[in-house]
Each structure stands twice: as C-alpha cells, then as structure tokens.
C-alpha cells in the first residue's frame, strides 16, 4: 500500500502562484505514473497534470501553459507548480498515484481570491 501526503495549499490572489508538494510511502517500488487532481465543491473530480516515468507529462486544456507538473524519484516526491493562479483553480488538489499503486492523499486546499 502507498501512502501520499499532500503539502502547499494555501490562499493566495489571482495571479499569484504556489507550489504543491506529494511525498509517497509505503511500497513504492511500483509506482510509475502519478498525477494530480482537484476537486471544487459540487464539481467531480478532474485530472490536472499527470506525469509518467519522469518526464512524459499531460495535462488538461484549462491549466496548460500556467502549471507544471515534475518529480524527483530519489525523495519520492511529486510537485505541481501553479502560476498565474485564477479563481476558477479553487478547490481541493490530491496527489494519486495509477494502478496497480492506486491510492489517494487527503488533499491540501487551494483557494484563490479575486
């Protein structure tokens, strides 16, 4: 079983920018792809940045060009650097890693004032 725990939420003015932090434990050695999603309230879930291996990386239409995603393998970290932050970006981010890793963090809240 993996175990991540998300880290940077905060609250922070349009425009501005944070850093998100997701360091995994537990059985590790499997893990391949990682990904970081958000949730607004009474929105579903969506996928905001995934990254496969260390540097193949995807990410949806509505954040391109202001987020990146990265990790570094040796501290077992993922990272999601948000700039240009927007009051749309407001919700609760996780980190997931894919199977057959599948597991969630608690989130880390992110909110975004206009």
């Known amino acids: 079983q993996v175990h991540l725990v998300e880290s940077g939420g905060g609250l922070v003015q349009a425009g501005g920018s944070l850093r998100l932090s997701c360091v995994a434990s537990?059985?590790?050695?499997?893990?391949?792809?990682m990904a970081w999603y958000r949730q607004a309230p009474g929105a579903q879930r969506e996928m905001v940045a995934n990254?496969?291996?260390?540097?193949?990386?995807n990410y949806a239409n509505s954040v391109k060009g202001r987020f990146t995603v990265s990790r570094d393998k040796s501290k077992n970290s993922l990272y999601l650097q948000m700039d240009s932050l927007k009051p749309e970006d407001t919700a609760v981010y996780y980190c997931?890693?894919?199977?057959?890793?599948?597991?969630w963090g608690q989130g880390t809240q992110v909110t975004v004032s206009s």
């Open positions: 537990g059985n590790i050695a499997g893990i391949d792809a």
């Open positions: 997931h890693t894919y199977p057959p890793c599948d597991s």
């Open positions: 990254i496969i291996g260390s540097d193949n990386t």
